[in-house]
């Protein structure tokens, strides 16, 4: 009798272990599910996060992230067929001063877009240019090319919220040089007059108040040839836009004689 019993007890706990077993073998695929969903989730978020991050990389400066370091492995030797795809995508830099600012000047150069510009909106789209292109920023690596940048959007900069600089610049891109002193003389007896009253009435002020009429009416010249510049850039007028260049660059030149004043200094008006 007792050994029966003993052997229905054994019976029933090895009933019990396979219970156990079998449970174990059922729930632990149920866990499979909720971690993959965890982990993709987890993905996801990287990945959206990831690409918030690039988004708010400016175009224009972006191509300095995009060079590649040589390096020994074969995958490097050997790039995979989507590395090419994704190289075939690689930003390219800014092909004029006008495409550094995009928000400021959508429509470029003249004359598509036009000669006036918003100098005021032009520097704040430079200061957060500036901002996120300094050398600092970027890895040891990219360094000596986030200084080229960070100085091509300075001289950008500099040059288009010059009305006479943004002028000899358009010029330059239609291979007209009208900086050089040789290039930019006229021979304009009325400009010339105009010009020598104006050095002569500099000179020989003895108080800078003296000059305030003066410069009122530079200023006014000043305005008359951005106006002249605006219509010439327009239609493609070249030959007008280089002219009005050098009458400008004269205008300009006396604007800096009158803010550079000083008693019995004599006046050098380049042209």
């Known amino acids: 009798m007792r050994s029966s019993m003993l052997s ?41 996060t990831s690409s918030h991050a690039r988004l708010t990389i400016p175009s224009q400066i972006r191509w300095l992230s995009t060079s590649s370091t040589p390096t020994s492995s074969s995958s490097a030797e050997q790039p995979s067929p989507d590395a090419a795809t994704t190289s075939s ?8 001063y006008y495409d550094i600012f995009p928000l400021s000047l959508p429509a470029g150069p003249p004359p598509d877009g036009p000669f006036e510009i918003d100098v005021r909106a032009l520097r704040r789209e430079f200061l957060q240019l500036q901002g996120k292109a300094h050398p600092d920023l970027h890895p040891p690596s990219m360094k000596a090319r986030a200084e080229a940048m960070s100085a091509r959007i300075n001289e950008a900069f500099k040059t288009l919220s010059s009305p006479l600089l943004r002028a000899q610049y358009l010029l330059s891109l239609q ?9 930019a003389k006229v021979e304009d007896p009325a400009l010339l007059m105009e010009v020598m009253e104006a050095r002569e009435e500099v000179e020989e002020a003895e108080e800078e108040s003296e000059l305030e009429a003066l410069r009122r009416r530079n200023e006014e010249r000043e305005r008359e040839s951005e106006g002249v510049l ?30 550079n004043w000083e ?8 042209h």
Do not use: M
Request: proline share 6%; glycine share 10%.
């Open 8 to 48: 229905r007890g054994r019976q029933l706990g090895r009933i019990c272990d396979g219970c156990r077993q079998e449970r174990n073998f059922t729930t632990a695929p149920n866990l499979a599910p909720v971690c993959s969903r965890a982990t993709q989730s987890y993905v996801q978020s990287s990945s959206i």
């Open 230 to 259: 605006a219509g010439c850039f327009g239609e493609g007028d070249w030959e007008g836009a280089v002219r009005e260049c050098v009458r400008l660059r004269y205008w300009c030149n006396i604007k800096e004689s009158i803010h």
């Open 175 to 183: 291979g007209l040089d009208v900086a050089n002193d040789e290039t």
């Open 89 to 96: 995508f690689k930003p390219q830099p800014p092909q004029t």
């Open 263 to 270: 008693r019995g200094k004599p006046i050098i008006l380049e």
